[in-house]
């Protein structure tokens, strides 16, 4: 069982790591200045973006987006999970990784989970062990020789049988109940249940879930199984069965072959995203080695993270029904939010009754190829291709209603180059100007949020929401996108102008900005659980910050970034290091170096960035207390007191 490795060792490695030194054994470094340059390792490139600080001990490209320390560069470089990126690096400097024992619940997970991938391992090797020796194994030969498997694409792929019968696999693997358990607790098994519904304990009382079925085993992104998928040879109900989901296996966080995909490419420049496993298995067997799936789920925000994280280019390659069409739509929504500067999405759809497993047996896989690169689009033309169906672009009506439906999708575009051209394509298409456009997004955005606030009864109480909605409120939402590094901001509307004529971030951003380059302003923070509280997301990343630098003063941004990606991740580590690497951020601290051209207080500018969100409260404290009037609910004493001292501050 894996143990936890101590943070302060974590801490002491990346003091004595050298990061130049170890990222030019990788990629050729030049000096350029303070720092060093190279074209980027993780997307082509001509011109040199990608730079590493020796003074942060840190790289960043400006051109992708790519960042991290020494840790971070292994994990990504050499396709390293977390702990085993730690040791190659302490191996560098001749040190053994310490352990700790982790936490009791992380414990317990890990105890619960060993178990059940040496318990997928063995039914992995079962299932392939019957496609060779088991007397029902010829058709389930014949059908994958029909469909044109060689023995080496099965081989790689891990193909088995799961024969016909109840309890082939109980037999072979479950020796006791504990182990029947087990296999239920894998996915692998299912309890029976009596005439009342009740299910029955014992190995006499399962049978095995997968039965008669070619089976694919799916692995994560270190090859371990951790579920499978099963395709029916018979008449049963239905086609297609997947694991169910286990204390290892997440559907909404894996994709099928994505592992497989890795074994036959060093690196993975695209990835064709398909619907199924025998697409993935199809395209493999004619020379395609990079297709993945989605584990009987539309492909979500997690699944495009994935992809994103291993490839810059994902083409969607879905059927041409109104299945495949639908899919498609889900996923250009999902993926939106994803799309940074340097990252292409192409989409396929393919004649309809056709898929990437028929269709690539009919032209073969070179063809199949330039059918893609000819007819698969960009996201731009497929996003107003589809928004278009049914819409006169030459009517006046048309065009304000293509308008309003693109404009909010386009606002889920992060921030950066590809979205300004976005949005000036929408201009061109539906002839209105950027400012009307934004004028679109909010009016759409003021309607939802009109349509999603409860309304007062006559008492002045909100209804109490279901249990559905709050967890959509809870979990549906997600943190707004981080602007790039270039962009400028104007200022919220109300708001004094800046003093300086600097481009700034807005306050919650610049607090956090601030805090990364000077660490000691967290002393000017009062109570934090106001912060925590907020239910703007960069407010809980500012409290978040402030509270790990009060606790370890000493850490520099290496030693916090590494921190951060250890307790929160890749993509949190991500948000922190993109704001300390941007040329904003990096010109304001070149300002505190002693440029006396423009003025700089880094002890003001925070102060004044906690003023205005304090201000931006204390407006709409206001604003709620006169909606709450307006709707004839009574407001208390010291509620109308504080709409009156608002009032008179505003108009003395």
């Not at 549906?476 to 981080?482: D, F």
Request: aromatic letters at 8%.
């Amino acid at each position: 069982m894996a143990s936890r490795i101590p943070q302060h060792f974590i801490d002491d490695l990346l003091a004595r790591a050298d990061i130049v030194e170890l990222v030019d054994s990788r990629v050729k470094l030049r000096k350029t200045g303070k720092n060093y340059a190279a074209c980027c390792p993780f997307h082509d490139e001509k011109t040199p973006s990608f730079t590493v600080s020796p003074d942060k001990q840190f790289y960043y490209c400006f051109g992708c987006g790519a960042n991290g320390n020494a840790i971070g560069f292994l994990m990504e470089y050499d396709r390293l999970p977390f702990p085993e990126a730690v040791e190659k690096l302490a191996a560098t400097r001749g040190l053994e990784v310490p352990r700790e024992q982790p936490a009791p619940g992380r414990e317990k997970r890990q105890q619960e989970s060993q178990p059940l991938y040496q318990l997928t391992e063995k039914a992995a090797d079962y299932y392939r062990e019957q496609l060779r020796s088991h007397p029902a194994a010829g058709n389930a030969v014949a059908y994958l020789r029909n469909r044109g498997l060689s023995g080496e694409i099965a081989r790689d792929f891990g193909i088995g049988l799961a024969p016909p019968g109840w309890d082939n696999l109980l037999n072979a693997l479950a020796n006791s109940a504990q182990k029947a358990e087990q296999l239920a607790l894998a996915g692998l098994a299912i309890r029976r249940r009596d005439n009342d519904g009740n299910t029955k304990a014992g190995a006499r009382h399962h049978y095995d879930r997968f039965r008669n079925r070619i089976i694919f085993p799916i692995r994560d992104q270190r090859g371990r199984t951790i579920a499978f998928g099963g395709r029916v040879l018979g008449d049963e109900k239905p086609k297609y069965l997947n694991s169910p989901e286990t204390p290892i296996f997440h559907k909404g966080r894996e994709l099928y072959g994505l592992w497989e995909a890795h074994q036959a490419n060093r690196n993975l420049d695209r990835l064709i995203v398909v619907e199924g496993y025998m697409d993935v298995v199809a395209l493999a067997q004619f020379g395609i080695r990079c297709a993945v799936a989605t584990l009987g789920t539309a492909c979500g925000e997690e699944h495009i993270q994935l992809a994103f994280r291993h490839a810059t280019e994902l083409l969607f390659c879905f059927d041409g029904d109104r299945a495949g069409r639908a899919a498609a739509r889900r996923a250009l929504e999902s993926a939106l939010p994803q799309m940074q500067d340097g990252r292409s999405l192409r989409f396929l759809l393919l004649p309809e009754g056709e898929d990437p497993d028929t269709l690539v047996r009919q032209l073969g896989g070179e063809r199949f190829q330039q059918l893609m690169e000819a007819q698969a689009l960009p996201l731009e033309d497929f996003l107003f291709d589809l928004l278009s169906e049914d819409i006169n672009l030459q009517t006046m009506d048309g065009r304000a209603r293509l308008s309003k439906l693109a404009a909010p999708l386009l606002d889920l575009l992060p921030e950066g180059v590809y979205r300004q051209l976005m949005f000036q394509q929408l201009a061109s298409r539906t002839g209105l100007d950027k400012e009307t456009l934004q004028e679109v997004i909010r009016a759409e955005k003021a309607r939802n949020t009109q349509a999603q606030q409860p309304r007062h009864t006559a008492s002045g109480q909100a209804p109490v929401a279901s249990q559905e909605s709050s967890q959509d409120i809870q979990h549906g939402t997600s943190p707004q996108p981080w602007p790039a590094e270039d962009t400028p901001y104007l200022e919220p509307e109300g708001d004094s102008p800046r003093r300086r004529g600097q481009y700034h971030l807005p306050p919650e951003r610049m607090l956090i900005a601030l805090l990364l380059h000077h660490p000691q302003l967290c002393a000017q923070v009062g109570d934090l659980e106001r912060f925590r509280a907020s239910s703007d997301p960069d407010l809980v990343l500012f409290s978040q910050l402030v509270a790990l630098l009060r606790d370890r003063p000493e850490y520099n941004l290496n030693q916090l970034l590494g921190y951060w990606r250890a307790h929160h991740g890749a993509d949190a580590c991500d948000i922190l290091a993109r704001l300390a690497m941007s040329p904003l951020v990096s010109g304001i601290h070149q300002l505190a170096q002693g440029d006396s051209n423009l003025e700089y207080d880094p002890h003001m500018e925070f102060s004044d960035c906690l003023k205005r969100l304090e201000e931006s409260a204390s407006r709409q404290r206001n604003r709620d207390l006169l909606a709450q009037l307006k709707s004839g609910a009574q407001l208390s004493p010291e509620e109308q007191l504080a709409l009156l001292a608002n009032w008179r501050k505003k108009h003395n």
